[in-house]
């Protein structure tokens, strides 16, 4: 008995994945996630995946090359964690161009079985002396229209404890007085956690030297400013705050600082002058106390306790 041949061809899977093949299993991925922050940092991560794999010729997308990916990644001297959020990337896109029927079964389970790099201790990052943070807000030049917004855009980082996301949402509806204090009112987080994060007179007072040079009145705070010195379009992206941070720390002279390295000054700075721990953890949005003590920098001390002298001891 003979079969009816039948119109419906069946998809078959794939070793060599082109980019619209990639594209297709990013969007899978970036749908299965619910979070905006991990949204992002898969993103972000299964783009430079892409670039890397489409930049060899005729790649296969198994584990071999995933291998080989986290050969490169580690060139990069890259932390372990950063490297690890990447292959996880790399491990998902892989799942899902399966579940879509572009891989093999086989090739995603292989690639699924790459292991991360070891974590050797904690990765604590860079924190700025008082003195180093204040030459990193007054580097861009205040003469020119976009050393204003660099300015305006610095300052909350380091003052407020600002995640780069959160400086590019900024509008000027977030500004408003709170117990005669300037504040930024119902900032949403990572999370999704909302917060409001008090504003020093001094931040505050950058802010309304770049708003009026640039006739700010409404929308985002911060603007692209061209080179003839005008603003053009409704925001800036975090990719430009990356840039304006490495430009004022080239300035000064801070090699390898990160805009994240900001918000962890922010933090030391605030306890080193008296700050409450938990008024700092209101301040960076932290749901783990533990976070901010990362954030820190220090840990507990049992020898030469902070309770060892408290003024209750008996007399010797």
């Known amino acids: 008995m003979k079969h009816r041949p039948t119109s419906r061809r069946r998809r078959t899977t794939k070793s060599v994945l082109r980019l619209l093949d990639l594209e297709h299993a990013k969007t899978a991925v970036l749908n299965s996630l619910t979070s905006l922050d991990a949204q992002r940092g898969y993103h972000h991560a299964i783009d430079e995946f892409v670039e890397w794999y489409c930049s060899e010729p005729r790649l296969a997308f198994n584990r071999v090359v995933v291998l080989r990916y986290r050969s490169h990644l580690e060139s990069r001297q890259l932390a372990p ?4 959020l990447r292959l996880g990337a790399v491990r998902r896109l892989a799942y899902e161009a399966a579940d879509c029927g572009l891989l093999s079964a086989d090739l ?5 079985r790459v292991k991360g790099v070891e974590k050797l201790g904690v990765r604590l990052g860079n924190w700025l002396t008082a003195e180093q943070g204040q030459a990193l807000w007054q580097a861009p030049d205040c003469r020119r229209l976009k050393g204003k917004r660099d300015r305006a855009l610095l300052a909350p980082m380091l003052a407020c404890g600002l995640r780069r996301h959160e ?19 119902d900032l949403m987080g990572k999370g999704g956690h909302v917060r409001t994060v008090p504003v020093p007179d001094w931040v505050q007072h950058e ?3 770049w708003l009026a040079a640039a006739a700010i009145d409404r929308g985002r705070l911060f603007r692209r400013v061209t080179k003839t010195g005008t603003t053009w379009g409704e925001g800036v992206t975090e990719k430009a705050v990356w840039h304006i941070v490495k430009e004022a720390a080239r300035g000064v002279g801070v090699p390898k600082l990160a805009p994240h390295d900001l918000r962890r000054t922010c933090a030391r700075l605030c306890h080193a002058s008296g700050g409450e721990l938990e008024q700092i953890q209101f301040l960076l949005g932290h749901i783990s106390v533990q976070t901010t003590e990362r954030y820190l920098g220090c840990k507990q001390r049992i020898r030469s ?3 060892d002298h408290i003024g209750k001891e008996p007399a010797t």
């Not at 964690?81 to 690890?84: E, V």
């Not at 995603?108 to 699924?112: D, N, P, S, V």
């Not at 900024?170 to 204090?181: F, N």
């Open 81 to 84: 964690g950063t490297i690890n």
């Open 108 to 112: 995603a389970a292989g690639i699924r």
């Open 167 to 185: 400086v590019v949402a900024l509008t000027l509806d977030h500004l408003q007085q709170r117990e005669e204090h300037w504040a930024i009112v």
């Open 207 to 209: 802010l309304d030297v």
């Open 305 to 307: 306790a902070v309770n």
